[in-house]
């Protein structure tokens, strides 16, 4: 075989090779919305570790100034706990790597940006140290439930029994959500 032909075929080969890996690096790059969100699921999806897509904007510092009514304090958190468990018992069994990152995202900026400052302050370092639990319904209300214990050990409020927060926070939605799915699938 000539020699000028193996070159060709070497440099033919050669420049494919070179295309395959610009295609490869714009593929990562290109598409950078994508490719950020495929990374920080792929995070997300080993529990535990936080704030990739967060940066400091969820675990920033707390930004409500300091709330002094005694009486508006307590009324803020009872709501607030209502939601929040609520929202638990709403969260899906089997939720998706995005719904997964949206209940993390939202449970520290409901923390970063709670209306008590000084509530939002101590509760920044439970989920510090406790990060929420995002795999599940039932792995989420759990950690809800332990968390406000938590908090009530601190103000000195008896412990809620957590085997109990599936019935507690069954606001007999379980229709709605079964209608809800049959007339708006999303
Ligand atoms: C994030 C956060 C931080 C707070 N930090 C402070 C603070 O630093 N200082 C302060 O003074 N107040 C703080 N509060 C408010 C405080 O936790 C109470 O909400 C408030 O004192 C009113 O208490 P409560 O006795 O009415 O019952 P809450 O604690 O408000 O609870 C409301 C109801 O939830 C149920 N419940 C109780 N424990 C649990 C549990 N573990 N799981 C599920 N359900 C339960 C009970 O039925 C209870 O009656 C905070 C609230 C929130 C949401
Ligand atoms: C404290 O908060 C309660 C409930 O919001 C309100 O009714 C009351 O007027 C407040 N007290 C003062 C001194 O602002």
Redesign the pocket.
Known sequence: MAPSAARSRFVLLALFGMLVFTFLLFGGHGSSADGLSSRSQAVLNNEGSSGVSSGAVLTGHAIAPKLG?A??KA?LGRAAWKVLHTTFARFPEKPTPEEKEALRSYVHLFQRLYPCGECAEHFGKVLAKYPPQVSSRSAAAMWGCMVHNIVNKRLQKPQFNCEDIGDAYDCGCGDDDKKEKDAAPA
């Open positions: 009514n009486t508006a009324e």
